[in-house]
């Protein structure tokens, strides 16, 4: 697959075809650097009164702007095709969603506030991602990314609370890169679905940047400022 999504890289970056392809790469590094720029502005203005908050929160805040930025990415490129998808298709669009969604934003708030938020967060967030995406096939996609999002949003914080005392800082590298591994998989699942004639709409930078702004300053607040469990 890693040879694959190169060559999806090349063609997105040399073919006229891929151009909003290649407008959402450079709003998604844009976004990232907003997202950076906001974080650091707050950090040393209205919550540089929070104790420990660089020690606790600036590593899982870094996480989540990661997984947020490709998670937009990702979701916009399903949006931009304007076509109708197979059943089988619309269904690894919402399991996938559902579960990189509920994995990934998950982790980052267990790891902070523990299990009990980071899986209400991690299952709100999966199924509705997953609802939205595998809706495009009907009941049995909207089916598999509700499954997928209930899994994957009580795996993900189980996944660093166990690991908190056992290198937990190392395995999440290692546990990013893998899902955005796949959520660039499901990118290249997108290209060889759909004919390459396929009506596309190139993403608007306001519509792109808004909601992974929105959707961070309230999973900051969250993490801040929600439930913690007993020991964190």
Same mark, same amino acid.
């Given at each position: &697959? ?20 290649? #407008?959402?790469?450079?709003?998604? +590094? #844009? ?11 707050? @950090? ?13 929160? @600036?590593?899982? *805040?870094?996480? +989540? ?17 304007? *076509?109708? $998808?197979? /059943? &089988? %298709? !619309?269904? &690894? =669009?919402?399991?996938?969603?559902? &579960? ?7 982790? *980052?708030?267990? @790891? %902070?506030?523990?299990? $009990? %938020?980071?899986? *209400?967060? !991690? ?13 495009? /096939? ?6 598999? !990314? ?5 899994? !994957? ?6 996944? %660093? ?19 955005? +591994?796949?959520?660039?998989?499901? #990118?290249?699942? =997108? ?20 909601? @992974?702004?929105?959707?961070?300053? =309230? ?14």
């Amino acid at each position: &697959m890693v040879h694959e999504l190169q060559q999806h890289v090349k063609n997105v970056m040399s073919e006229q075809h891929y151009a909003a392809e290649r #407008s959402m790469i450079g709003f998604a +590094l #844009s976004t990232l650097l907003i997202l950076i720029a906001l974080e650091v502005v707050a @950090a040393v203005s209205f919550l540089s009164t929070i104790p420990q908050l660089f020690e606790k929160y @600036a590593i899982w *805040v870094f996480y +989540l702007d990661i997984s947020i930025v490709a998670l937009i990415t990702t979701l916009w490129h399903f949006l931009m095709y304007k *076509v109708k $998808f197979t /059943c &089988m %298709t !619309g269904m &690894m =669009l919402g399991m996938t969603f559902g &579960m990189q969604t509920a994995m990934l934003i998950g982790a *980052v708030i267990g @790891a %902070t506030n523990g299990f $009990f %938020t980071g899986a *209400v967060v !991690g299952v709100l967030l999966g199924v509705g991602a997953g609802i939205l995406t595998g809706k495009c /096939c009907g009941i049995m996609g909207i089916m598999e !990314g509700m499954m997928a999002g209930l899994m !994957g949003g009580t795996m993900g914080p189980m996944i %660093t609370l166990m690991m908190f005392n056992d290198h937990v800082q190392w395995f999440m590298p290692l546990y990013t890169i893998v899902n955005l +591994l796949i959520l660039g998989g499901l #990118s290249l699942m =997108l290209v060889q679905e759909v004919d390459a004639s396929a009506t596309k709409d190139p993403p608007d930078f306001s519509l792109f940047v808004s909601p @992974a702004v929105i959707v961070t300053v =309230l999973l900051i607040a969250v993490m801040i400022y929600g439930p913690h469990g007993g020991f964190l």
